[in-house]
C-alpha cells in the first residue's frame, strides 16, 4: 500500500507513459451531508417503494422464474410486478461483497472497487465524437480504437470503461466483439463487458474465458459490466439477462438507474435519490439470486432538467448535491457505489463544460464514488465523447487522485519547524532545506495547465486549453506502443471474433 | 429567515432585475477533513509560531506602543518581533464576535458575515481588464464604475468588494476617493474600504460616516476593510495602520496572509495554513488591543506553485485541501472566515480558468467561507479582472447559493409519494400534479448555460459561453439604473471627494 501510494506521488504529473496506473487508496474523509433523521426518511422511502409500489422485471420470463423460486409471485397488471419485503432484500444486498478487486491481464492494473478506493474509467456510450480539426460527426471504430489507446495510456484513468463511442461503421449485432477485442489487445488495463443482449454479453464472457482462463475467471472477477435500469421502476430484459449472464459466473455487474429528475423520476432530488437506490437494491437482491455472493456495484445517474425545454442539465446543485447524498447511501448498506462524473450539457469544450464538469466531477469525487464512469471526455449530455475533452478531464482527474489520496499531511516534515530558522520575517523560503526535500513532490501540475506569465503564453502562441488538449492527444498517440499480450491468445481471440461475426447477422439496431 | 430563504430561491435564475440579493444561510453541513489528532497538531504548530518563531509589526512605533502597552516587549534584530503566550492570544482572539451584520445603505442588502452565513464580493486588486471586444488592457476608471455596476446588479454577487479593478487612469493618492464614492454612488450594496495608507483609509471612514452618520456608525459596522500581511510573519504599517483607523472605530477587519506555499511560507500545505493562522491570530488580537470586541475576519489565501517557473497555480489539489482544512480551524476558534474564490492561473475565459474557477469555488463554498471575495471576475492570477469571468463565475454563483443555502429538502412533498400513484413502471412524471406542483422552483437553471440539443445551438450562432457572457454584460449595463440616493448626501460626499482631491497633491506609486 505505501508503495503504491508513493508510486502514485511520484508518477502523478507523467501522462505520455505507459506505466501502472494505481487507483485512488482514499485518505480523505467523506463528505457526509444527510443527520440520521434525514437518512432514516430516505431509507424507509426506499423501503416503501419495494413493498408498496414494486419494481417490474418486464419480458424476461426466466428472471421472473428466479423470483417465483425465491418464494415472489409477480403481480401487476402485467403480472411482472415485484413487491418484496424491504428487509428481505436488504439481506439478499448485505450477501453481495462490499468490495471486490477486478483483475487485469496486466495484474499491475487490478482495479479494487469499492471499500475507500476510487477508480476512474472515461466517458461510455456516445454515438458521435468531436475534435478540433474533424469536428462533430459519427464515430467510427476508428475513433474507438484512438480513444482506447488514449484510455490505456493516461495515467489517470484506472480502467478502460468499455463503449468509449459507439463504433457506428460496424453492424449493431457485431460492433461488441470489435469492441471487446480492442479493449483486450490494444490495451492492458480492465474494461466493461457488453451488455445490449444476452448473446453479446455471452460472446464477452466467452472472450474473457479465453484470455484469462476458465479457472481464474471462477476465481476472480475478470469483467464488470454495466446496465441501466428503464427507469421509473423497471427493469428490462437487457438488465435482468445481463445480471443473469455475468452475476452467474461470478463476474461484476453495475447496475445504474439513469433518472432525469422530474422525467423519470419525480421533481424531486430525494424521491429520485431513493427511486434509485429501490431499483438498484432490487437488481443487486435478483443478482444475489442468481449466484450469492454475485460482486455488484449500485449504480447512481441523476440529472437535472431545463425548465425552458426539459433537456437535461449537468453539473448544476441538484445532481451534485445528490452525489454527495447517495454517497452516504451506499456507505449505509455497504455497497461500492458508481455515481457522477465528469459531466455537462456543453457543446464544446468551452468554460460552461468545464464548470459544470468540475463540478459534477467534484462531488463524485467527495462522495467516494468507488467505480466513477464518464469520467473524462464527456459532451454534449453524452451524445459525444470529445477527443480533447477526454484529455482535459483525464488531467483534472490527477488533482482529484492527490487530493482524494493524500489528505493533509501532518508529520513532523509536513511542519517545517527548521526551516522557519532558515527565514526571516518578509523573507522567502524558496531557498531553504525543506524546500529543496520537498519541492518536486510539494504539487500535483497538471500537462495541460498552463499557470506561465502573459508574455510566455502570448509567445507560445496564445493557445486556450482546448488547442493544448488537441495537440496533445494528437502526440499521444503517436507515441502509442501495444502492450504485450501472449500471441496465441491473442490469436485465439481473433479466431473466436472472426467465427462470431460470420455466425451473427449483420442487424442495425 | 423563512422569508429570505424563499425570496432567494424565486429570485436565483433572474440576472438583470435589481432586486434584493440574500446572502447565503447555510443549511447544508460542513465538510471537516481533519480529525481531533490533526487538530491538535496544527494548532500546536500555530501556538510553536506564536510563542517561539514571532511575527514582526514593522515601521509602526505606534502599534508597538499599543503591544508595550498590553505588556509585550518587542524584540529580534530591529525591536519589532511580537512573541506572545498563545493561550493570551486565543484570549484576545475570543474578543471579536463569530459573527457581524455589516449593514448597506439599503438595509434590505445588509450581509451576515460569520456563522453559518456566506456572502459572495467580486475580485479585487487587478491591475488589467480584458473583455472580448477590447482585450487586455490597463484598467481605467470607467471599467471600474461598469464592473461596481455589474456586480450591483448580479443578484448573486451580495456585496460589493472594493478594488474590481484598479482605475490606473485616476492618480495613486486619489484614486481611492474615486472608487469609494462610486461604490457609495453606483450601489447600494455593503462594500470595502481603502486600506493602502493610514490617511485613505480615514479618508473612507470619514466617507461612510457622511453616509451612515456618526450615530449609527457607532452602533453598526457600516464598513470593513481587507489588508494583507507581508508573509511569511511580517505586518507591516500598511496593515497594522489600518486596523488601528478600521477597528478604533468599531468598523471590520479582514486580514488576510497571502501565501504562495514554498515561497511566503514552506512548501507544505499544513505548515502555510498554521503560519496564515498565527498571521492572521496575532492581527485579531491587535486588533482587540485597539478595541476590545473589534469585529475581524480571518483571512486565508494560498496558492500553489509551478514547479517550471514559480509562477502560482489555482484550483489545484494542495489550496483547494487548505480551504476545507482552514474551514475547520476557523470554526474552532469562532471566527468568522474568508478564504478561496474562483480563481485561476488562466489567461483567458478557457476551460482551463473553468476547471480551476469551480474546483476553488466548490471547495470554498464547502469549506464555509464567510466572506468571499474573488468569487468572481479573477483571471491570470488576479492580474486581470475579466468582464466576462466575472458574469460567468457570477452565473455559478446561484449554483453555490442553492446547494449551500437549501441542502436536502426531506419534508413530505420531496418524496412525492402522490406522483407514484400516478406513474406506471416505464412511465415518466412530467405530467403529475406533483411536478405541476414544483417544477419552477426545482432547478436552479444558471442564464449563460446552454442545455439545448445541438440544432439549436447551432441555430443560434454556436456561441460558446464566452461569446455569451459578453453579450449578457453588454446588455445588462445597457439595462443599468443607479440606485435611489439622498441628494443632500451625494453632495456632500462629492464635496469631501473635491476637497480632499485638492489637498492632496498627485502620486503615483
Redesign the interface.
Same mark, same amino acid.
Given at each position: 500500500m505505501a508503495r503504491r501510494s508513493r508510486s502514485s506521488r511520484r508518477t502523478s504529473s507523467v501522462e505520455t507513459a505507459v506505466h501502472a496506473s494505481p487507483f485512488i487508496r482514499r485518505a480523505?474523509?467523506y463528505?457526509?451531508?444527510?443527520?440520521d433523521?434525514?437518512l432514516e426518511?430516505?431509507e424507509a422511502?426506499v423501503d416503501?417503494?419495494l413493498e408498496n409500489?414494486?419494481?417490474?422485471f418486464?419480458d424476461d420470463p426466466a428472471a421472473l422464474a428466479i423470483w417465483r423460486q425465491a418464494g415472489v409471485e409477480p403481480g401487476?397488471?402485467y403480472g411482472d410486478?415485484i413487491k418484496a419485503d424491504a428487509k428481505w432484500i436488504r439481506e439478499l444486498c448485505a450477501k453481495a461483497p462490499s468490495q471486490f478487486t477486478q483483475i487485469a491481464r496486466n495484474r499491475d492494473r487490478d482495479v479494487i472497487i469499492g471499500g475507500r478506493h476510487q477508480v476512474f474509467a472515461p466517458v461510455y456510450g456516445s454515438p458521435f465524437v468531436r475534435d478540433l480539426e474533424g469536428g462533430?460527426r459519427y464515430a467510427t471504430f476508428d475513433d474507438f480504437q484512438k480513444l482506447v489507446k488514449l484510455t490505456y495510456m493516461h495515467p489517470h484513468l484506472h480502467h478502460g470503461g468499455f463503449v468509449v463511442a459507439e463504433p457506428t461503421d460496424i453492424a449493431v449485432s457485431k460492433r461488441h466483439l470489435d469492441m471487446v477485442y480492442a479493449h483486450m489487445t490494444l490495451s492492458d488495463k480492465p474494461h466493461l463487458g457488453a451488455i445490449t443482449e444476452k448473446e453479446r454479453a455471452q460472446d464477452t464472457v466467452d472472450m474473457v474465458e479465453i484470455l484469462f482462463g476458465a479457472e481464474t475467471m471462477a476465481k476472480n472477477v475478470c469483467i464488470m459490466a454495466n446496465v441501466n435500469t428503464?427507469s421509473?421502476?423497471?427493469v428490462?430484459k437487457v438488465a435482468s439477462e445481463a445480471i443473469q449472464v455475468y452475476s452467474a459466473r461470478g463476474q461484476a455487474m453495475v447496475v445504474t438507474p439513469f433518472i432525469l429528475?422530474?422525467?423519470?423520476?419525480?421533481?424531486?432530488?430525494?424521491?429520485s435519490v431513493?427511486q434509485a437506490m429501490a431499483e438498484t437494491m432490487i437488481c443487486c437482491a435478483f443478482a444475489q439470486l442468481v449466484r450469492p455472493g454475485a460482486p455488484f456495484v449500485m449504480g447512481n445517474f441523476l440529472s437535472?432538467?431545463?425548465?425552458?425545454?426539459?433537456?437535461?442539465? &449537468?453539473?448544476? @446543485?441538484?445532481p451534485?448535491?445528490s452525489n454527495y +447524498?447517495i454517497g452516504q447511501l451506499a456507505r449505509r448498506i455497504g455497497l461500492p457505489l458508481r455515481c457522477g462524473g465528469s459531466l455537462t450539457?456543453?457543446?464544446?469544450?468551452?468554460?460552461?463544460?468545464?464548470?459544470?464538469?468540475?463540478?459534477s466531477m467534484?462531488?463524485t469525487m467527495?462522495a467516494g464514488s468507488n467505480f466513477t464512469l464518464h469520467s473524462a471526455g464527456w459532451l454534449?449530455?453524452g451524445?459525444v465523447t470529445g477527443f480533447e475533452k477526454l484529455i482535459?478531464d483525464a488531467d483534472?482527474l490527477g488533482?482529484?487522485q492527490?487530493?482524494s489520496g493524500?489528505?493533509?499531511?501532518?508529520d513532523e516534515?509536513?511542519?517545517?519547524?527548521d526551516?522557519?530558522e532558515e527565514?526571516?520575517?518578509?523573507?522567502?523560503?524558496?531557498g531553504?532545506a525543506?524546500?529543496m526535500r520537498?519541492?518536486?513532490t510539494? &504539487?500535483?501540475? @497538471?500537462k495541460?495547465?498552463?499557470?506561465?506569465? +502573459?508574455e510566455?503564453?502570448e509567445e507560445g502562441g496564445?493557445l486556450?486549453?482546448?488547442q493544448r488538449a488537441y495537440a496533445r492527444w494528437n502526440k499521444m498517440l503517436e507515441a502509442y506502443e501495444p502492450p504485450p499480450i501472449d500471441i496465441a491468445k491473442k490469436e485465439e481471440l481473433a479466431a473466436y471474433v472472426a467465427r462470431r461475426k460470420e455466425e451473427i447477422p449483420d442487424a442495425w439496431y
Open positions: 480523505l474523509p463528505f457526509d451531508v444527510l443527520d433523521e434525514q426518511k430516505l422511502q416503501w417503494l409500489v414494486g419494481i417490474a418486464r401487476g397488471e410486478l462533430r428503464n421509473p421502476l423497471l428490462d429528475t422530474g422525467a423519470m423520476g419525480p421533481v424531486s432530488t430525494a424521491a431513493a437535472s432538467m431545463s425548465l425552458k425545454s426539459g433537456a437535461p442539465t &449537468f453539473g448544476m @446543485p441538484e451534485v448535491l +447524498v450539457a456543453s457543446k464544446i469544450e468551452d468554460s460552461q463544460a468545464a464548470y459544470e464538469s468540475a463540478d467534484h462531488s467527495l454534449e449530455g451524445l482535459m483534472r488533482s482529484y492527490k487530493l493524500l489528505g493533509l499531511e501532518t516534515n509536513a511542519f517545517a519547524r526551516a522557519y527565514v526571516e520575517p518578509g523573507g522567502h523560503f524558496l531553504t525543506h524546500t520537498n519541492y518536486q510539494a &504539487f500535483y501540475e @497538471p495541460l495547465t498552463d499557470s506561465e506569465n +502573459v510566455s503564453w496564445a486556450d486549453m482546448r
